[in-house]
C-alpha cells in the first residue's frame, strides 16, 4: 500500500494516519498501532489534490432531531422530523461508517457509488446474521 501522508489524528483513543491512496486514488486512513512495517520513505514536494465527494442523505425521527452537522456537512432541508443533509468527504470509509452509525434512521440519496456501499455493507451484515441462525 502507497501512501502520501498527510496528517495525524486522534479519535476513540487510538492514533490514525491519514492520508491519499495513490493505487486507489482516494483519502483513507489507517490506526497507527496497526502498520506493522514501512517499507520505504519518499519525500517528495508533490501537491496531491484530494477527491471530495459531495452525499446526500436523508435522517429521520429521533436521529434528525438529534443530529449536529460536522464542520464538512450541511443541513439543506428540514421537513417535520425529518433532514436533508449534503456532506463533502474525503474518506469513503469513514462516511460509510458514519451512515450506518444512524441505522435505519439513515437513507443514503446520492451518489449512487456511495448507496451502493452502504448497501452492500448492509446485505453482508445480514447474510452474517443468517448464517448464525439468529434470525
Not at 433532514?83 to 461508517?97: D, G, L, R, Y
Request: charged share 30%; aromatic share 10%.
Amino acid at each position: 500500500m502507497e501512501i502520501v501522508a498527510d496528517k495525524l489524528s486522534y479519535e476513540n483513543e487510538a492514533f490514525y494516519l491519514w492520508g491519499y491512496n495513490t493505487d486507489l486514488n482516494e483519502v483513507q486512513y489507517i490506526r497507527v498501532d496497526r502498520i506493522k512495517e514501512i517499507k520505504a520513505i519518499k519525500i517528495q514536494d508533490n501537491k496531491l489534490t484530494t477527491k471530495l465527494y459531495g452525499v446526500k442523505y436523508k435522517l429521520k425521527g429521533q436521529q434528525a432531531l438529534m443530529f449536529i452537522p460536522n464542520t464538512d456537512e450541511t443541513i439543506i432541508e428540514k421537513n417535520g422530523e425529518e433532514i436533508i443533509v449534503e456532506a463533502k468527504i474525503q474518506s469513503k470509509f469513514k462516511f460509510v461508517q458514519r451512515a450506518l452509525s444512524f441505522g435505519s434512521s439513515c437513507t443514503v440519496i446520492s451518489p449512487e457509488h456511495i448507496k451502493k456501499e452502504v448497501l452492500s455493507k448492509l446485505k453482508a451484515t445480514l447474510n452474517i446474521y443468517k448464517q448464525s441462525d439468529i434470525i
